[in-house]
């Protein structure tokens, strides 16, 4: 107990007062917080005390991880009117993995257009430990639609210009005189040398991209650095080179050419060796983004279509085999990356008419932007039908029209994150990734004009980083929930409450209850024969992290 205390007390000296957000309010919105080269807001997690809790709260009005430490009280039996949560943390669900966000080329691009200081303010905000605590990236292999052209690794030569299959005939052996380069119409048959291969089958001209060495290579080394916690990179591939595929072009309506299935299983295979090499271990992939966007002719994004049995056929006898028998063996491997509607059908096309995919994959990858047309409780049933299989949301965007892609200060999109995170946790993710990691003003760039939201805008020509009310939503979990935590269940005593919440208990044997209520509401948390008492303002996001030790269930 004393041990604890000298903690908290070593903690709080060495850290000091958070920084406050650089508030500026946007008329009939909520506030953006600036930062600078020399001011940024900071955020520290105080371990609470041996009878006591901390609360953090961000709200529409404008507060920003505002803290306050309070006492847990015995049960008052008559207490405040509001709902009550009830905390069990000895029925306990899926350990957390992590949270974060892309670095895309964009978002390296305009983390590379801020000056040196900025740029360690933007880094320590999202992984260092006065930050967010972010623990994920997902970086694409290659190029994706928010970069400011279209590009794959591999892309020339298409053809085999170096004539690697370049040998006589069995005319010229055989029969022929010196007369004739390769055939004429006196011959049997049409030829010419080198006919086959047509392509560069053996990826002998594979390179990463200038965008890699000059952009999100640094940025995601720096990220390595500065992160608190270790950071675990999945990587997606979006389209293969156009010559691999039937439509050879980037986006719409495409397949991948049969000839060519162990050959994009090596393309991963190279990226993978590739980063390696620069001082980037990967941690996972996924077996391609959105497959399902390569099935619409209209999708104007690089993509590549698959169906699931396809996609299951390349995963049984390419990816799997080329991955398992690698020295990248055991890299996490995730399938279906694509959005919540389609999941059900796709992973139980797949796991049950081809029984070898799920040798080969670890997890489920999910995205975010159809959400509203399926309920999150489809999470847990895939989870509870596949319990082997982790689902992680990959990607999530806020966004609306694309000529005014970014809306300042917009708390809305903070709520649409808040809920769809905790609907997600709650139902079985073990992590939640955003896209890109900042943008530009307009929500770019982008080669296709797709433009959206970010957590982060960037404004370079003013020396300065905005951090938007959904970094504060993505923070208040990401923050207080390291990898390794359990979800741990709590009820509540209202039906239908306006609430959303779920609970945790971390590895430093804390409890962390994630809290958001739309109305003005009272809320007391119960915990092992004890009680805290808080009360809320209307829109808010609460993180509440009460004291283990201080607790009757262990
Ligand atoms: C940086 O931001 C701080 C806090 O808002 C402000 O006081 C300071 O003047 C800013 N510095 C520059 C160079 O704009
Ligand atoms: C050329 O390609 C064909 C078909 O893949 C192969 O059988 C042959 O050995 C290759 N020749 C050379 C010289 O690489
Ligand atoms: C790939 O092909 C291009 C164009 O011919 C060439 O400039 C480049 O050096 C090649 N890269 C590798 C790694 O072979
Ligand atoms: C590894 O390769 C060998 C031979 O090519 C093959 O028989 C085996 O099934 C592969 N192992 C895996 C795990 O794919
Ligand atoms: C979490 O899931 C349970 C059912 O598993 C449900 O009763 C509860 O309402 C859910 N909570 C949230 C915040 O979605």
């Not at 999941?343 to 139980?348: G, K, R, S």
């Amino acid at each position: 107990m004393v041990f604890l205390i000298t903690i908290v007390y070593l903690l709080t000296a060495t850290h000091g007062q958070d920084l406050p957000c650089a508030a500026q309010q946007i008329p009939g919105r909520s506030v953006i917080c600036v930062c600078n080269a020399t001011y940024c807001d900071t955020i520290t997690r105080i371990p609470p005390p041996p009878g006591s809790f901390v609360t953090y709260t961000s709200s529409a009005r404008g507060l920003r991880f505002h803290k306050t430490i309070g006492r847990l009280s015995l049960i008052d039996l008559d207490p405040c009117p509001g709902p009550t949560y009830t905390v069990n943390p000895s029925v306990k669900y899926q350990t957390i993995e992590g949270f974060g966000s892309s670095v895309t080329d964009a978002a390296s691009i305009m983390w590379s257009s801020m000056s040196k200081p900025l740029r360690k303010k933007f880094v320590d905000s999202y992984y260092g430990d006065n930050g967010l605590e972010y623990s994920m990236i997902r970086v694409p292999i290659g190029g994706t639609d928010f970069s400011t052209h279209t590009y794959a690794y591999n892309e020339l030569p298409p053809y085999d210009i170096k004539l690697s299959n370049f040998s006589l005939a069995m005319e010229d052996y055989r029969y022929k005189l010196p007369c004739a380069i390769g055939g004429t119409d006196f011959s049997t048959h049409t030829y010419a040398y080198n006919e086959l291969p047509p392509y560069d089958i053996k990826l002998s001209n594979f390179s990463l991209a200038m965008e890699d060495y000059r952009y999100k290579i640094p940025m995601i080394k720096a990220i390595m650095k500065g992160a608190r916690q270790k950071v675990h990179i999945i990587a997606s591939c979006w389209s293969p080179p156009r010559w691999m595929k039937t439509n050879n072009a980037f986006a719409g309506y495409s397949r991948l050419i049969t000839d060519y299935y162990q050959t994009y299983a090596d393309y991963h295979l190279k990226f993978l060796e590739h980063y390696t090499a620069e001082g980037i271990p990967i941690w996972g992939i996924t077996t391609g983004n959105e497959p399902t966007d390569g099935m619409g002719a209209l999708i104007r994004l690089n993509c590549l279509g698959w169906n699931a049995d396809s996609m299951a056929t390349w995963i049984i006898n390419n990816l799997g085999p080329t991955i398992r028998n690698s020295s990248f063996k055991d890299i996490k491997i995730l399938c279906a990356d694509d959005q919540r509607p389609l999941l059900d059908y796709w992973v139980t096309l797949m796991f049950e008419d081809h029984p070898k995919v799920q040798e080969v994959v670890d997890g489920i990858a999910v995205h975010f932007y159809f959400d509203s047309v399926t309920p999150p409780s489809v999470l847990s049933r895939i989870n509870a039908q596949y319990p082997d299989k982790f689902i992680m949301g990959t990607e999530a965007t806020a966004m609306g029209d694309p000529n005014n892609a970014v809306n300042f200060g917009d708390w809305d999109r903070a709520r649409l994150y808040i809920s769809d995170i905790i609907n997600d946790i709650n139902n079985s993710l073990v992590g939640w990734i955003d896209w890109n990691m900042c943008l530009n003003k307009d929500g770019g760039p982008n080669w296709n004009g797709n433009n959206v939201d970010s957590t982060v805008i960037v404004l370079p020509e003013l020396g300065q980083f905005i951090k938007q009310p959904t970094f504060y939503a993505m923070g208040h979990i990401s923050k207080f929930v390291p990898r390794g935590s359990r979800r741990i269940q709590v009820t509540s005593n209202e039906e239908g409450s306006s609430m959303l919440t779920v609970a945790f208990l971390t590895p430093q044997n804390t409890v962390v209850v994630l809290l958001y209520n739309r109305l003005p509401s009272n809320a007391n948390i119960v915990l092992g024969g004890k009680q805290a008492s808080i009360v809320l303002e209307p829109d808010t996001i609460t993180t509440v992290e009460l004291s283990g030790s201080s607790l009757t269930y262990d």
